[in-house]
């Protein structure tokens, strides 16, 4: 084990899904605890810019490769490309999501839900089928940490599809956590509050009635900014976090105490 608990330095890291907002802040925190990265998301050009300027920063080695995580070949692919161009696996973070039309439950259309649980669970899935397979392969271990939110730990009125989509990336957390014990692979997830991005920015517009993402919601009073997922994210990546595997970790402010 590492002098260092918290160093990344000499590891081999993917993020799905980090053009914006948690996923870009946390490879940015990532390749600066001295992880090589691999970015991915769906906007190649502006990803491929942003994979230059945290590399120009971090002195880290930053690839981008598009991918949409409906796609099953195009996932493997993606995971293909990053175990060759870093050598190996060690940390996988599975962040690509979205929030889905805000609705009242009996008014969602089918369209809608099956989109969202086809990128939001079905790409969690999918990242973590290829994911598995190449960190079992290198024999060291590692860390997968998804994105859930605190909608998978309890209820969220007009978002209720979201929700359930949160709710089963908590259930496939878990449940790899225990098959993969016994291999030194680790996972966990995060379950963001109120974040200040994208998806909170369309679920307000969506629907005045969504007030469990405003700041009066929140004991600490405001939204956090993504910038405060990352710590807890290179914890769970790092060997600080050696013993923890299984967890859905709350990063709210307080909403789910409250």
Known sequence: MSDNLFTLLGRKALVVGCDSGIGLACARAI????ASLVMSGLEKERGEALAREIASD??????YRAVDVRDEAS???LVAAATGIMDGLDIAMNNAGIPGPAAAIQDLAARDFDNLFAINVRGAWL???YEIPAMLAAGQGGS???LASTAALSGLAYVGAYSASKHAVAGLTKSA???LAPHNIRVNAIAPGPVQTDLLHNMRAGRSQVSDVRPASVPMGRVAQPEEMAGT???LASQAASF???SIISVDGGVIAA
């Open 31 to 34: 390749a600066a605890a001295g």
């Open 58 to 63: 971090s002195g880290q080695s930053v690839h």
């Open 75 to 77: 996932v493997e692919a």
């Open 127 to 129: 990242s973590m089928k």
């Open 144 to 146: 997968i940490i998804n």
């Open 177 to 179: 956590a225990i098959e």
């Open 233 to 235: 994210v290179v914890w």
């Open 244 to 246: 923890v595997t299984g």
